[in-house]
């Protein structure tokens, strides 16, 4: 009974910042497994935006956000975050939670399998 859920999304000016949140239950982690960050903007396929891994202490981001975004778990919330700092209209794309990704695929799509319904992220010029 794995769930995830998204929040946080919403929108914003270029140069802004969000906070997106994933509410995690029933979940198994291991020190191969990753949850990951994805966006899908219109038209283009789901992306690999960051990826937590090994309970947190591995983490991987795309080249187009590397130094702007972050994630991070809470272990006490079962909460994982992706904060999304300086951020440019390219960014704007629904963005998914996704567990059951493995280490050494941390931001590939086919790995996971599990996923949240997503939240909008819009960024204004």
């Known amino acids: 009974q794995v769930q995830l859920a998204e929040s946080g999304g919403g929108s914003v000016q270029v140069g802004g910042s969000l906070r997106l949140s994933c509410a995690v239950s029933g979940y198994t982690y291991a020190s191969t497994k990753c949850m990951g960050w994805f966006r899908q903007a219109p038209d283009k396929e789901r992306e690999g935006v960051g990826g937590?891994?090994?309970?947190?202490?591995?983490?991987y981001y795309a080249d187009s956000v590397k130094g702007r975004f972050t994630i991070s778990r809470d272990n006490a919330k079962n909460t994982v975050y992706l904060q999304m700092n300086s951020l440019k209209p390219e960014d704007t794309a629904m963005y998914y939670c996704a567990a059951g990704g493995n280490i050494w695929r941390p931001l590939v799509r086919e790995a996971y399998d599990y996923w949240g319904q997503g939240t909008q992220v819009t960024v204004s010029s």
């Open positions: 937590l891994c090994n309970y947190g202490l591995s983490t």
